[in-house]
């Protein structure tokens, strides 16, 4: 059985940016309109944190049963790697996802928003079928869609919701940037990994578009952040603090433009899920402060 830190290592602690910093700007939106609630909030990020390492727990299931993670660079791979049985990673993935579930029923209640448990729904079984079941859509060049959806408008505009009961402008804003920047450190991933998913049959979105293409998708993608606080600067000037992170994206992009690849990405994986962190903190406050 796999030690603690190994089960801790498998969990991917460096993706969990991409659970907080949505919730945070959400927040920073509902905060905008005057409608903040800490005990929301709070609740929201739970449900993220839970949902977030249930899906890093079902991918290294899902990918160790079919053999993908056979020959991989990067973190831990429990059942690939043989530390942990595959019944036990099962299990831990359902055990997130139940937490998450309970957290979530406790926000819709408190909020009076039922319907949104359909939601709730869908990131479950959106999670589990990315790299599940017979045909995952993330093997199908997909993933790239699904993170954008899920960690950018899900998470974004679902927070503001439960607490302000709309979305505004620039909630949706904020939701397009953390969806960019989760869609980038997905690109990073798979550019990294795309040797091994190519012989493996595992056709992700860095496999069918090629390396060059590839990589001016991620500079692509994290560009965007930085243009919506632009924008977003013309409804609120505060919006224009989240350009501070862009010094902690540009050494991953020189390594993406430079052409590194195997262990040369894993830094770029970690340099984007900061600048996404550091975004998502300071437009949080200056929305919620505007």
Request: some cysteine.
């Amino acid at each position: 059985m796999a030690t603690v830190a190994e089960w801790v290592q498998g969990a991917r602690v460096r993706t969990l940016p991409n659970s907080v910093a949505p919730v945070l700007v959400g927040a920073g939106a509902a905060g905008a309109v005057g409608a903040f609630s800490w005990g929301r909030t709070l609740l929201a990020l739970l449900v993220a944190l839970a949902f977030q390492v249930g899906v890093n727990y079902a991918n290294d299931y899902s990918d160790g049963i079919r053999g993908t993670d056979a020959d991989r660079v990067g973190p831990l791979r429990l059942v690939g790697s043989g530390a942990a049985p595959a019944s036990a990673v099962k299990a831990a993935a359902f055990a997130c996802f139940g937490l998450g579930s309970l957290a979530g029923l406790a926000l819709v209640a408190v909020a009076g928003t039922w319907w949104m448990i359909s939601i709730g729904v869908v990131c479950v079984l959106g999670a589990w079928f990315y790299t599940g079941g017979k045909h995952p859509y993330g093997y199908s060049g997909l993933g790239e869609i699904a993170v954008f959806l899920f960690f950018g408008l899900v998470a974004v505009l679902g927070t503001q919701f439960v607490q302000a009961g709309r979305v505004t402008w620039l909630g949706l804003a904020g939701a397009v940037a953390m969806g960019s920047f989760s869609a980038a450190i997905l690109v990073a991933n798979n550019l990294r990994d795309a040797p091994t998913d190519r012989v493996a049959g595992k056709h992700t979105l860095a496999v069918r578009l090629g390396e060059t293409r590839t990589r001016v998708l991620y500079e692509v993608l994290v560009a965007v952040p930085f243009a919506v606080s632009a924008a977003a600067a013309f409804v609120t000037p505060w919006a224009l603090v989240g350009l501070v992170a862009a010094a902690l994206v540009v050494p991953a992009v020189r390594k993406v433009g430079g052409g590194q690849t195997g262990l040369g990405l894993i830094p770029v994986l970690k340099e984007t899920g900061l600048a996404m962190l550091a975004w998502g903190v300071v437009t949080g406050v200056a929305l919620g402060f505007s």
